[in-house]
């Protein structure tokens, strides 16, 4: 997820109707993590190891991706020379300003940093997607994005891998664009960057009391089980999407014809992350009511659990097993926060 610097200087009034149904199954939200430092994103290994990611938005970060050791200590990940970064370093060897990390099917661990500090432009060369061997601590893969994948005003915000196609995919919440990435050729291409689909709505958004009118593009995505369909939303929006990978991959489809094979899906609400389980139930975080929803795959929206300890819920990590963890990142509050960003695990009652 991505906010400007001026996010909480922004007003406005407006109520939000959204009505949804409630599951029966009750779910408590277990503190697994605590931290003074903001972070966005988070990572389960098959083993139970926990990563997490810090963006530079401010020149205080000092660590980017981090592996959570207890519940309130951390090591850098993969190591502190990865994690060091100023302007005279190379920027490929060195982490700027991760947003995601994300674990997948085969338990490699990918990094996705876009590289653009405070928000005053992606660094030259640094925009990149590492892969990591998690039982030897090692990056085994770099790609660079060039300045047509990841141009100046670029956020690229999260990433799904296909393990099966060997593709990734990345939303660009900066400029609005989903990226497709050949894990295999290390080509990367810009689509639906024209598109309504991956634009932020005209909407403002109520959280907490806190009145925000923000433009954050194509931000949330997930990848169906069979990896079939491409899901996404922009932040500042509350309408769900959908494409079929087999149409992004297909570079023969103009931008126009390519914007014809999207589809709506369903108004959702506003979220800054969504994921499937194996049993194609689509979670999504829910920013204006501190809640996480799903959408099944009957195609309706249920309340897992509403909770005030839900500020902001930022990035989802769901093992194979269902175990379900989510951030808060208290984004809306700024610097009027009180209480330690976390990480929750969703437990059945």
Request: aromatic share 10%; glycine share 6%; with cysteine.
């Amino acid at each position: 997820m991505l906010l400007s610097k001026k996010t909480c200087l922004f007003l406005f009034t407006g109520i939000i109707f959204f009505s949804c149904q409630s599951r029966e199954q009750a779910v408590t939200l277990v503190e697994v993590a605590r931290s003074e430092k903001l972070w966005t994103g988070v990572a389960v290994s098959e083993t139970g190891r926990i990563f997490v990611n810090y963006p530079r938005w401010s020149p205080e970060t000092a660590v980017s991706v981090a592996e959570i050791i207890a519940p309130d200590s951390t090591i850098p990940y993969p190591d502190s020379e990865w994690n060091i970064w100023e302007p005279s370093l190379q920027p490929a060897e060195h982490l700027i300003c991760v947003q995601s990390v994300y674990v997948d099917r085969d338990n490699y661990l990918w990094i996705l940093d876009p590289a653009n500090p405070l928000f005053q432009g992606v660094v030259s060369g640094g925009a990149k997607l590492l892969k990591i061997d998690l039982s030897t601590n090692q990056v085994i893969q770099k790609i660079i994005f060039d300045d047509q994948a990841a141009p100046a005003g670029s956020y690229l915000n999260d990433i799904r891998i296909d393990t099966d196609r060997q593709y990734g995919y990345i939303t660009d919440s900066g400029e609005g664009a989903i990226v497709v990435v050949n894990l295999t050729t290390g080509e990367a291409t810009r689509r639906l960057a024209i598109h309504p689909s991956t634009k932020a709505e005209d909407i403002t958004l109520n959280i907490e009391g806190q009145q925000l009118k923000i433009k954050v593009h194509s931000d949330g995505l997930a990848l169906d089980p069979p990896g079939k369909f491409l899901y996404y939303q922009a932040l500042t929006g509350r309408s769900l999407y959908r494409i079929a990978t087999d149409h992004l991959r297909n570079l023969s489809l103009t931008e126009n014809e390519l914007g014809q094979k999207v589809d709506f899906v369903i108004k959702s609400g506003a979220s800054d992350a969504i994921e499937f389980d194996q049993q194609g139930n689509l979670y999504l975080t829910s920013l204006e009511f501190n809640a996480i929803r799903q959408y099944t795959p009957q195609g309706k929206i249920e309340t897992v659990v509403q909770d005030g300890q839900l500020k902001w819920p930022d990035s989802f990590a769901i093992t194979e097993g269902g175990i379900v963890y989510v951030t808060t990142s208290q984004l809306h509050l700024g610097n009027s926060r009180t209480e330690p960003y976390k990480i929750f695990r969703l437990t059945p009652d």
